[in-house]
């Protein structure tokens, strides 16, 4: 397996579940991602503007590989409601044989449409 082929977790939040449906929804069809978890709402607090907010959001966690990474960040980026939307990528060090298959499977072939 070469680095390319390497699992990747992709995480962001979304304002409200409504828009982690959407992007979710976009990002699988594209094929950018094989799966999309929306976690129930929490509080996020962070500086914004000279200000700490806090703000109710869904986490979004995307299941994909490290040949997408780019063209996955852009689109979010695209694709998201945020100024400056949070996009954390990790590795996955081991994944079911049969899942990480599939999940190769399904963004690869999104590589060559």
Known sequence: MNDADTLILVHTTCGDAEHAE???SSLVEERLAACASIGAPIVSVYPWQ???ERERE???TLKSTRSALTRLRERIAQLHDYDVPEVLAVEVCTASEDYAA????WVGAGASA
């Open 102 to 105: 599939w999940v190769r499977d």
């Open 58 to 60: 869904c986490p979004l």
């Open 22 to 24: 959407q992007l979710a």
């Open 50 to 52: 000279g200000r700490i």
